[in-house]
């Protein structure tokens, strides 16, 4: 197709993640990364504030990683690991995923990535309770604003109404809860704190659900994708309490806040409490090459390992425990210990939050939330009522498109502006990042309020 530019090519034979055509006016044509850089097609620099998409935790461009992904190809590229079959990187990467997780997860699947990682917790979750003898349990509660993935029974976990019209029916048997919002959260009951409110609405649906249907609550440590929602500290010692009392295992989708993202190797550290299942996937590779999985408790593992077999584990995908992707893996974590960049995480991420709270006084800003290295800033029309601009303004891609035209690169969630930049990135790229916030929701904003009706 000669004369023909990427982009006419790529309108002509790409269908892209939640595609339309309407998106190809803003369209970048990404060549290079560099650290917390990256950079298009023209040749301009942008900050990546959001490592790719919350998985590139090591930087761009760690030959490293490409080497140990050559080395392993050029040994044993791929083998089945279907039970009969192993390899050593599969073993060697479990093996120290046992040693870096919550002390009860010690056996792992491995997948290609994180909705993979969500379906196999739901069916690991109703396996477990048709071997233990429980068979009707079977649903599984998540919360609004919740991201799991987009494949069907993902989908049905996400609690992003946008993601469900178009493919709907959704799978039966899951349904939402509140999300632990502290800035929108609606706090009825005064007489327990926010955080325990929004965790006693769990125990209401496993009621009102009956806790002899329910097989497991998947809850990420941060809600991601959702707009960064941070929850009250003692949430999740309360939803653990919820899920030990009427027996309903307790998933951790850990794809985003998994490998540094909070400043914690894994988010729930942060509230002391261990999960049944946890899933992961994203910075387990620094999205360098795909990969994802589960980890799952001792008393679950006993019950997979416990079956006679024909009731086995009856679970696969080609790619799992794929040695390239193990090799990668496990050279990202050296690195992620090497460097210090879990400890950097939390240094620098407290140094972004502390300053991305100083917009707050800015119109327009109604709200700023993070942990580690990922933040929001909540962008409202009204501060005093927290009401968010009308939809047909478009708010959320006009602050996407400024951003971007001011050279920072990430997503914005509900009027949410997410930041999650690279665990290396340096104090003055993150100075950056905050002016570049700071004046893009003045402009934005200014502009909305002057040609509102």
């Not at 494949?151 to 039966?172: H, I, K, N, Q, Y």
């Not at 959702?226 to 307790?250: M, W």
């Not at 261990?274 to 001792?298: C, H, M, N, R, W």
């Amino acid at each position: 197709m000669a004369g023909h530019t990427a982009l006419d090519r790529d309108r002509a034979h790409l269908l892209h993640p939640l595609h339309h055509p309407s998106a190809y006016a803003k369209t970048r044509v990404w060549v290079s990364g560099d650290g917390a850089t990256l950079t298009d097609s023209t040749g301009r620099e942008y900050i990546d504030g959001l490592s790719g998409l919350w998985n590139v935790n090591v930087g761009h461009g760690r030959r490293e990683l490409g080497e140990a992904a050559l080395a392993q190809m050029s040994t044993l590229a791929f083998s089945s690991a279907y039970a009969g079959g192993t390899n050593e990187p599969a073993i060697e990467l479990a093996d120290k995923l046992s040693a870096l997780m919550y002390p009860s997860i010690n056996a792992f699947f491995f997948t290609s990535g994180g909705a993979e990682a969500s379906e196999t917790s739901f069916k690991t979750a109703r396996f477990y309770w048709k071997a233990v003898g429980k068979p009707g349990k079977f649903k599984v509660i998540s919360r609004m604003r919740a991201y799991h993935g987009v494949t069907l029974a993902a989908m049905s976990a996400t609690g992003l109404p946008a993601f469900w019209p178009m493919f709907e029916p959704r799978t039966p048997g899951f349904s939402h809860i509140d999300a632990p919002d502290p800035y929108r959260f609606v706090h009825a009951d005064r007489s327990v704190s926010l955080g325990v409110a929004a965790a006693n609405k769990l125990e209401e649906a496993i009621l009102a659900e009956g806790p002899e249907t329910v097989a497991a609550f998947i809850a990420e440590p941060v809600q991601g994708a959702g707009g960064v929602i941070v929850p009250p500290d003692d949430y999740f010692e309360r939803v653990r309490a919820i899920c030990t009392k009427y027996d309903v295992l307790l998933i951790a989708d850990e794809v985003i806040t998994g490998f540094g993202r909070t400043g914690r190797w894994f988010g729930l550290e942060r509230y002391g409490v261990e999960p049944d299942i946890i899933q992961f996937a994203k910075g387990i590779t620094s999205g360098y090459i795909p990969l994802g999985g589960i980890g799952v408790s001792d008393r679950v593992g006993e019950a997979i390992n416990s079956v006679p077999p024909s009731r086995r584990w009856m679970h696969a995908f080609t790619y799992s425990g794929h040695p390239t992707c193990c090799a990668v893996a496990l050279k990202n974590i050296e690195i992620l210990e090497r460097e210090g960049l879990i400890d950097r995480a939390a240094k620098s991420g407290a140094r972004m939050l502390e300053e991305l709270r100083t917009l707050e006084s800015l119109d327009g800003i109604g709200n700023v939330r993070g942990v580690g290295m990922m933040a929001a800033v909540e962008v409202v029309a009204d501060k005093a009522t927290k009401q968010q601009f009308p939809a047909e303004i478009g708010m959320t891609q006009k602050l996407t498109d400024a951003l971007l035209d001011r050279g920072l690169y990430t997503r914005v969630a509900m009027d949410c502006i997410c930041v999650a930049p690279p665990l290396v990135t340096s104090d003055a790229q993150i100075d950056r990042i905050v002016g570049i916030i700071g004046e893009t929701v003045s402009a934005v904003v200014s502009e909305a309020v002057s040609v509102k009706p």
